[in-house]
């Protein structure tokens, strides 16, 4: 009947799915997905979110994660990078053991980097996420990628010890050990010129 319609249909649809029920869960998926190909995208993420709720009250937490990762991609893509990170880091917040938590979570965080470049007052965010990540997901490759963020972020503010003691984090079997090396030896360097300038031993 044409797209006038087809999103009046698809908009009726998402408002008419009671919570919780576990039929409607692919339902409002595929309706999700059809929203967004007709660039609703509102209206997309909404869909996405709500089948996500309806999947983990059924009892689907995987189904869950990956509706809710749906929702938060939509966002990134459409350059909403605060309500994106906000997504990624509560799915990955929400289900902590799910094998791909740790790389969601970190997408958040790259989610606030962008919003901190814009914003300032998203910087102190932007840190935090990245101490969260490395205290829940310690052994992880997310975590030293993480590390290096946070040392490369203290470094461009002459935070020299900080710095040091995030890079020195990373272990030998990371595949970001040599990338560490290569950032702590400049800082390692400033911080015994500042403190020699400082006169310190």
Known sequence: ???????????????SQPGGAGAGTEVLSRTADNLYLKKEFDQAVAAYS???????????PEGAFQLASRAALVQELREKHGDAARRFR???????????????????????AKEA?????????????????????????????????LGKWHA??????????ALAGITRESVHFPAAVAAIAPCWQEHL???????KK
């Open 1 to 15: 009947h044409g797209p006038y319609w087809g999103r009046r249909a698809d908009q009726l649809l998402v408002r």
């Open 50 to 60: 709500q089948a996500a709720d309806q999947a983990r009250a059924s009892g689907n």
């Open 90 to 112: 509560a799915l990955a917040v929400a289900l902590p053991a799910h094998k791909e938590a740790a790389a969601a979570h970190l997408r958040g965080v790259w989610n606030e």
């Open 117 to 149: 470049a814009k914003d300032p007052e998203a910087g102190q965010t932007y840190v935090s996420l990245l101490a969260e990540q490395i205290a829940t997901w310690p052994e992880s490759e997310s975590a030293a990628l993480a590390r290096i963020w």
């Open 156 to 165: 461009g503010r002459k935070e020299w010890a900080p710095a040091i003691k």
């Open 193 to 199: 010129r500042s403190r020699t300038t400082a006169g």
